[in-house]
C-alpha cells in the first residue's frame, strides 16, 4: 500500500540526510564499532545540516518546527544503514522535548543553539544498579542546600553516556514523598563530582557509547532545574514517555524493512538443491508472513506520528506500538538470519550485525512486560 505520510520537503530532506549519512557515515562506521564510540565531530557536521532540534526556535538555531516526520526522516535513514552507534535519536526524539519546553528563557540560551549546532550532546539518566523500568525506585538523590542542590547516587545503561554534555537527571528532592519527590537536573560537562565509568561492553551496538555515571556530591545550581519547582520530575518523565517510545517503534519498523529487503534479494540469488531458495515454499511463505506483518506494523507507526504531531498520542497507543513492533523485529531479523544460513552467523553480513543490534529493543525505553501492563490497565480491571 502507498505510504502517505510524508510531503515533499519530507522528501527532500531525506535525500539531504541520506547524501550525508552516505558521506560521513557509512565508510567509518565499522572503525566506530571497534573505537565503541562515535566521533563528536561528526555530531558538528549532521548539525551544520540541520538534522538536529527541529523543535528549537530559530532564535536559538533550530528550525522551529514540531513535526516529528523530520525525526522520522532520520531514524529511519540510520536504521537503513545499520548506524546504530549514532545517538541522533536519543538527543533528536527523546531529549528535545525536555530542552525545548521544561526550559526557561535563561536556559534556553545557554543550551538551546548548542543543542541544534550538535556542540552540545545530550543524555537522560534515568536507570540505576537496582531501579531500571521501576522508575519510583530510584535512589539517586538532590537535596538543596542555598541556591544549589547536592547530588549523589550512580546511572547505569546511559546512551550518549560519554559523549554527552548535558544530562538530565533523574534525582529525589525529597525521598520521603515517593514519585512526588522527584526533579530533573541538567548536570554539565566538568561538574565537581561528575565521573564516567567504563564504557560499557554489550552484545550489540557496539559503536554507541553506553556508560555508567556517578555522582559524589555533585553541587547543582537550582538554575539548571528543569521545571519551577521540586517535584514535578515524575510528571515531566510520563508526559515524555510516549514519544520516546514512539521513536523506539519507528526504528524497529525501519530495521525490521531494511532487513527484510536485504533477505529477499539474498533468496533471490542464493541457490541450494540447483534452485534459488526463494523458489522453495516453505521460504515463499516465511517472507510473505513477514512482509505482510512489517507493512501492517509500518502503517500503525505512521499513524502514531500523525497523532503525535496533533496531540493526541495517548500512552496506551505508544505502549501498543513499542512492544509489538520490538518483538516484530527481534522476530523477522532471526527468521531472515536463519534464511541466510550459515552466512548468516557471520558478521560480514548485515543481518548478523542487525540481529545483535535488534535485542535491546525490546528492553529499554520500557520493557515488552511493562508495555502491556501499562495497556492491560487501561481496561480498568
Known amino acids: ?78 536504521t537503513r544503514i545499520g548506524a546504530t552507534g549514532l545517538g541522533f535519536s536519543l538527543h533528536n526524539d527523546v531529549m528535545a522535548p525536555y530542552f525545548v519546553d521544561l526550559t526557561n528563557d535563561e536556559q534556553k540560551q545557554r543550551w538551546l543553539p548548542g543543542f541544534a549546532s550538535g556542540e552540545l550532546i545530550t543524555a537522560i539518566a534515568m536507570t540505576e544498579p537496582g531501579a531500571g523500568s521501576d522508575l519510583q525506585g530510584i535512589r539517586t538523590t538532590a537535596l538543596r542546600e542555598g541556591d544549589h542542590y547536592v547530588v549523589n547516587g550512580q546511572k547505569t545503561f546511559i546512551t550518549n553516556g560519554i559523549n554527552s554534555d548535558l544530562v538530565v537527571v533523574v534525582a529525589k528532592t525529597d525521598p520521603a514523598a515517593g514519585a512526588r519527590g522527584t526533579t530533573l537536573l541538567v548536570v554539565e560537562r566538568g561538574m565537581e563530582g561528575f565521573s564516567r565509568g567504563r564504557n560499557l561492553e554489550k552484545i550489540g551496538m557496539h559503536a554507541q557509547d553506553t556508560a555508567e555515571l556517578f555522582f559524589e556530591n555533585v553541587r547543582v545550581p537550582v538554575a539548571n532545574r528543569l521545571g519551577d519547582e521540586d517535584g514535578q520530575g515524575f510528571v515531566q518523565l510520563m508526559h515524555n514517555l510516549p514519544q520516546e517510545r514512539l521513536s523506539i517503534a519507528v526504528g524497529g519498523v525501519a530495521a525490521a524493512e ?124
Open 1 to 78: 500500500m502507498r505510504r502517505d505520510l510524508f510531503d515533499e520537503e519530507h522528501l527532500l530532506f531525506r535525500e539531504t540526510v541520506r547524501e550525508f549519512l552516505t558521506r560521513e557515515v557509512v565508510p567509518h562506521h565499522a572503525q566506530w564499532e571497534k573505537d565503541g564510540i562515535v566521533p563528536r565531530e561528526v555530531w558538528k557536521k549532521a548539525g551544520e545540516l540541520g538534522m538536529f532540534g527541529f523543535s528549537v526556535p530559530e532564535e536559538f538555531g533550530g528550525a522551529g518546527i514540531t513535526d516529528f516526520r523530520y525525526n522520522a526522516v532520520v531514524l529511519e535513514e540510520i
Open 258 to 381: 531494511s532487513v527484510l529487503e536485504t533477505t529477499i534479494e539474498y533468496c533471490r540469488n542464493r541457490k541450494a538443491f540447483g534452485k534459488n531458495i526463494g523458489q522453495f515454499q516453505n521460504t515463499r511463505f516465511l517472507l510473505a508472513e513477514l512482509a505482510t506483518e512489517v507493512e501492517i506494523a509500518r502503517h500503525y507507526v505512521d499513524k502514531c506520528i500523525v497523532a503525535l504531531n496533533a496531540g493526541e498520542l495517548t500512552a496506551v497507543d505508544a505502549a501498543k506500538a513499542k512492544w509489538w513492533t520490538t518483538e516484530l523485529q527481534t522476530k523477522v531479523i532471526d527468521r531472515c538470519l536463519q534464511l541466510h544460513g550459515g552466512y548468516g552467523y557471520m558478521l560480514e553480513y548485515p543481518v548478523a550485525k542487525a540481529w545483535l543490534d535488534s535485542r535491546v529493543q525490546t528492553i529499554y525505553g520500557g520493557t515488552t512486560e511493562i508495555m502491556k501492563e501499562i495497556i492491560g490497565r487501561s481496561f480498568g480491571f
